[in-house]
Nanobody
Framework: QVQLVESGGGLVQAGGSLGLSCAASGRTVRWYTMGWFRRAPGKERQFLAA???????YYSDAVKDRFTISRDNAKNTVYLQMSSLKPEDTAVYYCAARTGPTTNAASLYDYWGQGTQVTVSS
């Protein structure tokens, strides 16, 4: 079991930057594939980025070169650094964990945080 809590969401102007954190407890994030997803109103959860236990990273085309996922094992925390934000990035952002291989399918992740709201204004 692992519990995940996101933080760092808020209001930011278009073109700005924002960093999100996902603090884990119960188990170290070192032993999980960790992913970031987002859900806009009326939309399904969208895969953004993932990091493996071997620290390989994967990104969706929508956020590649703008978002960076990282992990700090000592702090048991996963991060998502976002830059060049656009109004279409507005959504609730979630971190997730799974014990299996890397995947962009939300249904295959086992544990989820409660989400943090990110709003990008024009």
């Amino acid at each position: 079991q692992v519990q995940l809590v996101e933080s760092g969401g808020g209001l930011v102007q278009a073109g700005g930057s924002l960093g999100l954190s996902c603090a884990a407890s119960g188990r170290t994030v070192r032993w999980y594939t960790m992913g970031w997803f987002r859900r806009a109103p009326g939309k399904e959860r969208q895969f953004l980025a993932a990091i493996t236990t071997g620290s390989s990273t994967y990104y969706s085309d929508a956020v590649k070169d703008r978002f960076t996922i990282s992990r700090d094992n000592a702090k048991n925390t996963v991060y998502l650094q976002m830059s060049s934000l656009k109004p279409e990035d507005t959504a609730v952002y979630y971190c997730a964990a799974r014990t299996g291989p890397t995947t962009n399918a939300a249904s295959l992740y086992d544990y989820w945080g409660q989400g943090t709201q990110v709003t990008v204004s024009s």
